[in-house]
Structure formats: C-alpha cells, structure tokens
C-alpha cells in the first residue's frame, strides 16, 4: 500500500470514500472509487446527476470543503513536476496544493457563464495564473496569454485581453476558460461538465478544442458528463459511475458495443438517438436515483435493475471482463469463486440472448407507467388519416422594442419571429428545432397567445373547423386555451410552489367550471395516476417531488381540460437523461391515447426526431427548413440543418462525422446579417448569399419538404443514416477488429 | 461611462428638486400669513415699528410674498441656493444661524460614523464569512444580532449608566467636556471632543455596524461559493489573493452602493442619540422645528440634508462604476 502507481499513468485514484456529515446524518457520497488516467489519454466518467462524480475530481485538487465532508479512506496519485504526488493528504498543506494547482492539474467548469469572473478583464486573469506560478515579467506573461488565446481559438486575441466576462459568449467563455486552465501548461485537464450549459452547436466545437489541444499539449483529460454521446467522440476509455461507485470501466468501444452493467445499457438505452427507432418507447431506466440515504444495501443499482436477484443483496465484486473492461455486477460473478476473463465470456452471451433488451439500439417496450396504461406496438401517434389542420399560423412575427436609458427610449428592435408559416394536422407533432435564442420558445408563446403577434394571423381549431385566434379577446381566448395544454422547460418554476398538487392540477377545472369539489379530486387522481404518479399524493406541494415528477404535474396540469392540443416548450432538457427517457416516453403514450396535436419544442434535434412526424429548423426568427422528421435527418438541404445534425455528439464511437461544424455564435437577434441570415456561419457561402434572402420553398421532386438556402437543389448534405444502416457500419466496424 | 455619470447627475437634480418642491408646498400650507405672524411676533415683542416694517418689507421682496407661486418658489429656492435658510419663528433667529455648527458637526458625525462602520464590520464580516463555523464567527454572528436588535438610544442609557456608576464622570453625555462647551475652536476643543467623539460613533454605528457585518458575511459566504472563485482557486491563487482580489470586490458592491441609503439611518439614529446624550446636532433641532410647526427651519433642514444625502449616493454610484465594469458598459 501506499505506493506510487507506475509512471505511465498521470492519475489513479484509489478506493476512495467520501462522506458528508450534516445535522441528518453522514452520508457516504463517493463509496469506493477507482480510476486511472494515463499520458495523452481522455477518460470520461460518466453517470446521473448526483452519483457523487463532481466530488470526485475536485477532491483531486482539494477543491471539496471539509467539513462537511470527510475524507474516509483512499489514495490520489498525481504525477506532478516533483513526481508522484499523493494529494488526499496535502488537503491540510495549502502551499503544496496550490503549487500543484494550475500547474500541474487544471480544471474547468460546467457553468462558463459563472465561471469568469465578473469583474476583471480577461487579460489579467490568466496573467495572474502565470505570475503565480513562474518567474516571468509581465510582458513576457501579457504575450503567452495572447498566444493561448489565439491557440483556443478566439478570434482577435489581443483585443479580448482587455474585455469582460459579460462583453463574452457562454462558448467564448468557455474557451477563455481553457486558455486560463491550460496556461501553465499542466499534465492533466479535468473538465466537469464543460459543454452542459451551453448550446449544441458550440458544444461540439468546445469538445472538437479540448480534442485538439489534448494533442497539442500533450496532456491527458479527465471528463464529467452525463451525456453518453458527448464521451463517444472524445474519450478512449470510459468509467461509467452510479451512487458514489464505478459501476463498469471499458475502452469506449466495448463499452458502447458490448456495455455490460446493467446501468451502462440503461443509460445508453434511454437516449434517444438519430438512429432511434422514432415516436417508440426509448427503454428508460426504471425509477430515479434515490437519496444518498436510501440507496440499497449491497448493489446500489438493485432497487432499478432490470436483472436484478437475490444474490444482489450482497456487494457486487469488479469483475475483470478482458483486460481494460471491468463490471461491477453479479452477473459476471461465478458466486465470485472464478473470476477473470472465461467468466465473462460465457456470461456476456448469457446476457445478450436476452435479446432486444440488452440491446440499446433496438426499440423495446417500457415498462408501464401505471397498470391502466395500453402496451404499445410500433409506431405511435402517426398523424391521423383525416389530414385536418388543427392549427395554422401564417406570417407570423413577434418584434421586441429594446429600450434603453432613463426616457426607455426604442433603441432597436429583436425580430424574435420574423414572418413564419406553420402548419399542424390534427394528431400530428411537429418539432421546431434551433439554437437557443432562434425564437422557438416566442413560435410557442405567439401560438397560446400569451403575447401579442406583431404581425400575421392565428387560426386554430378548438373543436371544429379552423377560427381566427390573431387578435381576440382574453375572455374569448379562456374559452379557446381550454382545448390548448403547456408544458414550460422548467417545472419547478412554472408550478406555483405554493400551491398543493390537487390545485395545481385541479385549477383549469375550476376555472373552466369543468368540475367543482369533489369531482375536482376524483380528476385530478385520474390525471395523476395517467401520468404515473399516485392519486394519494394530491395533499403534496411541488416541493416534494423530483425533476420528473414534477414534469409530470406540469403534464397532468396541462392536460386537465382534456385539449387536444399541447404546446411543449423543451419540456425534457433540464432532465436527467432516464428521466428524460420517461418523460419522452408519457407524453409519446399519451399523444397516442389522446390523439394530441402538439408543437414541440427542443434544441436537441435528437430528441425532436424521436418525437416529431415533422421537423421545422428555426433560425434567427426565421423557418430555414421543413419536412418530414426522418427525412430531414437523413438528406437535410439547408446547412443550417445539417449543422445542428452534425453537432449531435452521436453516442457510437469512431462515428464521429467529418462535416464542418457551423463557425461562430449566434448572431445579435437585433441585428441579423443580411441576405441569408445564415451565411456568416455557413460553410457554403457563396457572394449572392449576403444580398439575397432565400424564400422558403419546395425541393425539388418533393412536395412535403421546405428549403430556404439558393443552393437547396445542387447541395449535398450529409445527414444521419438510417438504422438499418447503422447496425451494418457497427458490425463492419466490429468484424474490421 | 459618461452617460452613466450624466444620468446619474441628473437623477441627483430631478431629486433635488422634487425634494424642494415638497418641502415649499409644506412652507407654504400653514394658514395665515407668515408676514402677518412675523410682524404679530415682532410687536410682541416690543420691537421698534420701523425696524418691524424693514425686516418685514425685507422678507417680502426676498419670498416674492404676494406673487405668482412659482416666482415665489423661485426666489426661494434661489435664496436656498445662496445659504439663506429662512427665519425661524420658534426662536426668532434666521435658520441658517441656528443650523450652523450643529450641520457641520452632523455631516462630520455621519461621515465618520459611515467610516467607522466600514472599517470594523467590513473585516470582520469578511473574516466571519472565511471562517463559517469558527468560534470567531459564531461570536460575532451573535454580537451582530444584538447590536442589530437593540434599539441605540437604550445602547446610549446603558454607557450613560455605566460610565456614571463605574468610572464616576460626569461629563459622558455632550460632544465635549464643560470647560469647552462655549469655547472658540481650538486645538485642545478638537482633542477633547475625539475623547467624546468614539462614544457617539459606537453608539450610533452600532446598529449599522452591526447588520453591516451580517450583510457582509452574508454577501461573502455567497461570493466564495461562486464558480469563479473554484477558477481562482484552481489558478493556485493563495487564500489573501482570492479573498481579496476576487471575493472582495464583488461582495463588498451592494454594501458600496448603500452608503447613500444609510445617510439618512444614520441621522435619524444620531437624532435618538443625540437627544438621550444632549449632543449638539441637527437631529434635535429638527424634531424640535417639526413639533413646534416651524416650517421655515424645519424645511430648510429636510433641503440641507437631501443635498447631502443625493451627494453621497452620488458618489457611491462612481465608486461602484469604478469598480464595477458591468455597470459601467450598461449604458
Ligand atoms: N458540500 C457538500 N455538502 C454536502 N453534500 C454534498 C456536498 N457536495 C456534494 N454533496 C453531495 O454529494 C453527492 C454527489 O454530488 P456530486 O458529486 O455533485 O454529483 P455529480 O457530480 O455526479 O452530479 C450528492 O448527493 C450531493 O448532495
Ligand atoms: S449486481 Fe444485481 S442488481 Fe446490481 S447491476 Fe448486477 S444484476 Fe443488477
Ligand atoms: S443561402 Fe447561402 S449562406 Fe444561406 S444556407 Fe444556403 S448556402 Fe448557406
Ligand atoms: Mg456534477
């Protein structure tokens, strides 16, 4: 014990355990880690939200407050410029962390937006990193920090040392962040969480940098996510972590061909990819991640797994599959007499013949939310067989007045919408797609009428044929909203969180004197348990439940006056991925059984496909591109679209798509680029682009599918193969090893 | 950066003058004449009649009494302007001469009570905030909530009482000691009101003091938790460096930018004060001028001190786009 790791790795963290003590009790949040990271290597640790990974890399670096938390057991090896280094027992030694801290290992943040700080141009904070750890004059720092700018490609570096966390983009941010952490030239990277806030077009090229410089500096990368498709690309190897214990260790190749914990093909399973079966059920975990305080005694994962048994009371031993692929599971134990490789290879079969549900690529059923709830086969929710409008928007536009100094006087105007035409069939769901600040979220607000449209007309039919909504009365619009639901991106906020769960839910019966007293409560357990939540549980206030749950109110809410209409505004992207999984999958059987119409709205063009017969790709206001879902995703005609495909870290590793990523941000809203507001991005540019701005118009030879780029008939753009392809490419790959 | 100073300028002026505004309807409310009263008092008091008929006629052209209301507005706010404060019926004596040292001495008190303040709660909020849990902070968590929670002028009974019961004086309560009272400035005047002058800071600070130090922690504890702070941390930054360079500045903003807001607190504190400890200041004498209906006097006071509050919010809005770099690019 007590020995330094060979030299080849750049960390190992050993059987590490970490508890936090508060008034409740002590709960043990990091429970028996191990990992290792060697030279020029990227690992990924991945898991769920508060499977105890953050705690993890920061205690590397002496980053978690103690108290409350204790350091109970475990080794951290660093390789640092003095040699191997123990860090768990220099936490008391502030001078020896801090010497290693910036130099030899590095960290940056999940929330770029947050992390610069407010204050200080940013300049002078990567100078002050420098200055702290080399004996170099100031010029000497200035010049290194305008060349690390340069290398993390911001554009005009020298202009940007004298700017401002809030004069930046959150990518822009963010790079400046990698500038800063890799000035000093550390060994290792750890990176929690890096591009979770941001949008995924600048997601992917964050990691497409953090790929590039790991080459460039030579240096290895630790990275938190919980996103398996962002680990696919980036990392070699692979721990995927659940309630403070490494649950499998693999090459990113085994672990995405032959994931072999039970919790790995959960995860993998609920993300709906582009290669997804669209509108089935995606295989969702059961359940949510418990408290620290309830987690099961012996396999941590018992109480959600699928396979579970009785032998899962007791600790699963690690269990080498082949070298570098390790699981955690009793699966793979011989009732842990044997152990190694021939255990493995007899179990993974064992495993796999379980057929559909071992395989996360193959679309299986879920299971069911509440014992009422109809077993679904094939596809759900196609748009029903009388083509009908349900509801019709015609340019459409919303400007917002930006108003400036003591007299508000109109500076400018943000055209949020900017001449849109939408159509929806009754029973159908079309998704709108685009970076955050496109105008999705103002489409879904002009359409439930909560603002007023600048221009264009409203027609939306409530119960019969199509009627004028533009501009009438709010008295007229209660009586309309009866038959329209929303649902808000964060469900926290948007439930009144004083109000008890039976109001919440029961509150447009009431004001649409739909049901009053008793008939409320009886409703409302119906609606409940429809969503999967106890009827019992209406005396609860919001604060009582989870993310999901409340997700599912927010749902139940909606549909209270039985609409048939719903607007979704990124009802899942504040989830975890299971819960994400699970929403995906309600609001999936419910448009079925309801037969909703519904206008859903997300940044995730993955998760629009797997939902939507139709897609439309909002950008800067404007609708760049409309069709139908899968066909958009595999031959996309405007870059735009093929971008946002491309941005999609794609959860197959050795996939990774060659395309050109879109270059830049969004451009000010205020201020859209001329002609084609997308030329400033596009790779395809040509001059006519920046006069001339392409109308929205038929493919050529396809009536259903909408363009809007000059060079939508000649272009060829890559999009997403389709599955049956993919499995091809997988087992081409496998048979080529 | 200019727009912001000039908007802020003229934020200070509308004030200004929305202040005056109020307080000339107020002059002007009372029923009857002030030139009636005044001449009813000056007879009253056996005054010459001609002396009488002068000082009158000279209150009338200077108020444009008689004229149009905002003539009359305006020459009174323009005699403001020139440092003349107005007549005081109550003691029969023009305002500004009544006003004189004791405004001096309240603006000087309030400054070096804002400075006191500062000084003492600002470390100490910041080190009870670095380190949360010690036995430091939870002694000063303590102390802060009953400087907050006890009123001042029961502080200023309780050193009354001590300093007469234990230390024998007899001289705790006044600005100085007897023998300086009625005495020209001096040297030995200044040294002896210093020896008194802490009492009176500690007495009226201590309650701004106090939820100063709570503001602060607060404000730190939640600074120190902001993700920038882990990327000093994670630079290799030492505790001084982080503590001061980065967790200061940002946490120090809100209590900058309610120096303004605090004036006014503490010359309504200092007045309690003043009045248990009979200390001269203008907070008495302006209780004194409401309760007693004198208008000129009492709105003369209320202009005086909205000058000096609108100047020091003033100046705590440059500090704060000084340090400050979002402030300064808003506009
Ligand atoms: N400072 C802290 N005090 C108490 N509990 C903490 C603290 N930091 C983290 N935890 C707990 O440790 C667990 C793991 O958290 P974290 O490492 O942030 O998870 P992840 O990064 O995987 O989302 C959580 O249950 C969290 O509540
Ligand atoms: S040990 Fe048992 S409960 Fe745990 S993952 Fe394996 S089969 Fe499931
Ligand atoms: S019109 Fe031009 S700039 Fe716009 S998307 Fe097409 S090729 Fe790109
Ligand atoms: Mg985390």
């Known amino acids: 014990m007590n020995t330094a790791p060979d030299s080849d790795k750049v960390l190992e963290i050993r059987d590490l355990q970490i508890s936090f003590s508060s008034i409740a009790g002590t709960t043990r949040a990091v429970n028996g880690v191990s990992l290792d990271v060697r030279s020029g290597e990227i690992v990924g640790l991945v898991g769920e939200s508060g499977c105890g990974k953050s705690v993890t890399i920061r205690s590397i670096v002496g980053l978690v407050p103690s108290p409350p938390a204790l350091f109970e057991a475990g080794e951290i090896w660093l390789r640092t410029r003095r040699g191997m280094t123990e860090t768990l027992s220099l936490h008391k030694n502030m001078k020896a962390l801090r010497q290693i801290r910036g130099r030899d290992v590095s960290m940056i943040f999940q929330e770029p937006m947050r992390s610069v700080h407010p204050m200080m141009t940013i300049g002078k904070q990567i100078t002050e990193g420098i200055l702290e750890h080399e004996v170099v004059d100031p010029a000497e720092a200035y010049e290194r920090t305008v060349e690390m700018l340069d290398l993390v490609g911001l554009p005009n570096p020298a202009a940007q040392m004298n700017r401002y966390a809030h004069e930046l983009s959150g990518g822009m941010r963010q790079r400046a962040l990698i500038a800063l952490a890799l000035v000093c030239h550390p060994q290792l990277l750890l990176a929690d969480e890096p ?179 109809p077993t679904s086969e094939g596809a759900l929710g196609r748009p029903s067989e009388n083509d009908v409008a349900q509801l019709q928007i015609e340019n459409v536009a919303l400007h917002y007045p930006i108003l400036r100094g003591l007299l508000r006087r109109q500076v400018g105007t943000v055209r949020a919408v900017d001449g849109v035409d939408l159509t929806i069939r009754r029973g159908e769901t079309l998704g709108l797609v685009g970076e955050s600040g496109c105008g999705k979220t103002s489409v879904g607000r002009l359409v439930a009428r909560l603002v007023e449209p600048t221009a264009g007309r409203i027609r939306f039919g409530a119960d019969g044929g199509l009627e004028e909504i533009t501009h009438i009365s709010q008295k007229e619009m209660k009586r309309v909203r009866r038959a329209m639901g929303m649902v808000f991106q964060d469900p926290l906020s948007s439930l009144n969180a004083r109000m008890n769960i039976r109001n919440i839910v029961g509150e447009p019966l009431m004001l649409h004197q739909v049901a009053r007293g008793r008939a409320v409560d009886d409703r409302v357990g119906e609606l409940l348990e429809m969503v999967g939540l106890r009827a019992a549980h209406q005396s609860r206030f919001p604060h009582a439940f989870s993310g999901g749950q409340r997700q599912r109110i927010a749902i ?78 595999v031959r996309p005609v405007h870059p735009y679209t093929e971008a946002l495909l491309a941005s999609i870290p794609l959860p197959m590793p050795g996939l990774e798509t060659l395309r050109e990523m879109p270059k830049g941000d969004l451009p000010d809203p205020a201020n859209p680029p001329t002609g084609c507001r997308f030329h400033t991005r596009c790779p395809y540019s040509q001059p006519i682009c920046e006069e001339e701005e392409p109308p929205l118009r038929h493919i050529a030879g396809d009536a259903d599918h909408f363009g809007a780029c000059h060079f939508q008939d000649e272009l060829y753009l890559e999009g997403v193969e389709e599955i049956g392809e993919i499995q091809g490419s997988a087992a081409a790959k496998a048979g080529g090893k | ?120 709660s600002v470390p100490i909020g910041m080190l009870s905030a670095i380190k949360q849990y010690s036995a430091w902070d939870h002694s000063f968590t303590f102390l802060a909530l009953l400087g907050v929670s006890v009123p001042s002028f029961i502080t200023a009974l309780v050193f009354l009482l001590l300093s007469v019961t234990l230390l024998g004086a007899t001289t705790v309560a006044g600005l100085f000691s007897p023998e300086y009272v009625t005495a020209e400035w001096s040297w030995a005047k200044f040294v002896d009101m210093l020896k008194h002058v802490w009492i009176i800071l500690f007495i009226v600070g201590l309650g701004d003091t106090a939820s100063t130090i709570r503001v602060m922690r607060a404000r730190m504890l939640d600074t120190l938790g902001e993700p920038y702070i882990d990327t000093a941390r994670m630079k290799g930054l030492s505790g001084a460096k982080i503590y001061f360079r980065h967790a200061l500045r940002v946490a120090i903003n809100p209590i900058i930018s309610s120096i303004g807001l605090r004036f006014p607190q503490i010359i309504s504190g200092s007045t309690i004060v003043a009045i248990v400890l009979t200390l001269p200041l203008i907070g008495p004498l302006l209780l004194e001028a409401l309760l007693g209906e004198d208008v000129y006097l009492a709105c003369s006071i209320l202009v005086v001190l909205t000058l000096a509050l609108v100047i020091g919010n003033f100046l705590a809005d440059l500090a704060l786009a000084w340090l400050d770099p979002r402030i300064r690019f808003e506009s």
């Not at chain 2, 802020?8 to 004030?15: A, G, N, T, W």
């Open chain 2, 1 to 120: 950066m200019r727009t912001y100073i000039l908007q802020r300028f003229l934020q200070m002026i509308i004030v200004m003058v929305v202040v005056m505004l109020v307080s000339f309807i107020i002059v002007e409310l009372p029923p009857g004449d002030f030139l009636t009263t005044l001449r009813e008092q000056l007879t009253d008091q056996n005054v010459d009649p001609k002396v009488i008929d002068s000082t009158v006629e000279m209150y009338r052209a200077r108020y444009g009494l008689g004229e149009n209301w905002f003539i009359r507005f305006g020459k009174w706010a323009w005699s403001l302007m020139k440092g003349d404060m107005g007549y005081s019926m109550q003691h029969n004596r023009p305002a500004s001469e009544l006003m004189g040292e004791r405004l001096s001495l309240t603006i000087w008190i309030s400054i070096a009570t804002l400075i006191f303040m500062f000084v003492v």
């Open chain 1, 556 to 633: 139940a809410r909606a549909l209270a006056t039985e609409p048939s209409f719903l607007v979704a505004d990124e009802p899942v992207s504040a989830l975890d991925v299971s819960v994400q999984a699970q929403i995906l999958n309600l609001l999936l059987t419910l448009q079925q059984r309801l037969n909703l119409s519904m206008l859903f709205i997300a940044h995730d063009i993955a998760v629009v496909r797997h939902v939507s017969d139709r897609i439309a790709v909002m950008y800067l206001g404007k609708i760049v591109e409309l069709g139908e879902a899968r066909e958009i995703c």
């Open chain 1, 195 to 373: 591009t979770t806030a941001l949008d995924v077009t600048i997601q992917a090229q964050i990691l497409e940098l953090i790929r590039d410089l790991r080459e460039r500096m030579s240096m290895s990368v630790l990275l938190i996510t919980h996103n398996m498709g962002v680990v696919a690309n980036l990392a070699d190897r692979i721990s995927v972590m659940y309630l403070g214990k490494i649950m499998e260790t693999g090459t990113v190749e085994e672990i995405f061909k032959e994931p072999a914990h039970p919790y790995t093909q959960g995860l993998l399973a609920s993300m709906p990819s582009l290669f997804s079966q669209p509108k089935t059920h995606l295989q969702s975990l059961r359940g949510v991640v418990p408290e620290l305080a309830m987690v099961p005694k012996g396999c941590v994962f018992a109480d959600r797994c699928p396979y579970v048994m009785p032998k899962c009371d007791e600790t699963p031993p690690v269990v080498e599959l082949r070298a570098d692929h390790s699981a955690a599971c009793w699966l793979y134990a011989d009732g842990g007499e044997t152990q190694g490789s021939e255990v493995a290879e007899t179990a993974m079969p064992a495993l796999s013949d379980e057929g559909a549900r071992a395989d996360p690529l193959q679309p299986v059923d879920v299971a069911p939310l509440s014992s009422s709830e």
